[in-house]
């Protein structure tokens, strides 16, 4: 089984400041790493993901996120905020084997980009 | 262009109406999901289906039930709704691949009185 921590349920921060959402998991397999994003009205749709490879994934608005193994983390993070992202991001697992692949989510947490 | 529908968007009932929440998608993916989502709580998966007439109870536990006749259609259905129903409603499919990435429709916000 697996589980998503996200820390922060909400993160307040300025236009143009840089922000990191933090996501620890637990797992007793290896697993893929996602982070979704919600806009106000909409569903979630995907941000970036980890599958193999290099532990640092980029999204194409500038966002990043990087595995630590050793910690069991996959912490998002962005430069330069944007009034735009503002929204819920949640974190999610999905075990490598077994086939499912169903993910576990976190609880999300909620971006709010004051100007 | 390939999507995910759900309709309504927004659904106001009373206490033991009978409803269906409509999910449809373009994309010929064979999973599909149904999540309810309350604020500031975990996605919770209530029911999933890996093909046509295949159907399966997720981690949540749920009065609904679902149908797969068609590969693009993934309906859910209340018998007799309560307030305890009340909740935004997530549909979603995945193509097939490590890690399976999810694409979500807009949601149903069900409110039950």
């Not at chain 1, 790493?33 to 009205?41: A, D, G």
């Not at chain 1, 430069?79 to 976190?106: K, N, Q, R």
């Not at chain 2, 309709?7 to 033991?16: A, D, F, H, Q, S």
């Not at chain 2, 309906?75 to 999810?102: K, M």
Request: charged letters at 15%; one cysteine or more.
């Amino acid at each position: 089984a697996q589980s998503v921590t996200q820390l922060d349920s909400q993160v307040p921060v300025f236009e143009e400041a840089p922000v990191e959402l933090r996501c620890n998991y637990s797992s007793s397999v290896s697993v893929y790493l996602f982070w979704y994003v919600q806009y106000p009205n909409q569903g979630l749709q995907l941000l970036l993901k980890y599958l193999s490879g290099s532990t640092l994934v980029k999204s194409i608005n500038g966002f990043e996120a990087e595995f630590n193994k050793s910690q069991t983390s996959f912490h998002l993070r962005k430069p330069s905020v944007h009034i735009s992202d503002t929204a819920e991001y949640f974190c999610a697992v999905s075990p490598l084997s077994g086939g499912s692949y169903i993910p576990t989510f976190g609880r999300g947490t909620s971006l709010i980009v004051h100007p | 262009e390939a999507d995910i529908y759900q309709t309504p968007r927004y659904l106001v009932i009373g206490t033991g109406k009978k409803i269906t929440l409509e999910c449809s998608q373009t994309m010929g993916h064979d999973k599909m999901y149904w999540y309810q989502q309350d604020p500031g709580m975990e996605l919770h998966l209530i029911h999933y289906s890996y093909g046509v007439n295949s159907t399966e109870k997720g981690d949540l536990s749920s009065e609904s039930t679902v149908s797969r006749i068609r590969t693009e259609h993934f309906p859910l259905t209340l018998e007799s709704a309560r307030p305890s129903h009340t909740s935004q409603y997530l549909c979603a499919s995945s193509e097939p691949g490590p890690g399976d990435t999810q694409y979500f429709g807009p949601g149903t916000r069900l409110t039950v009185l």
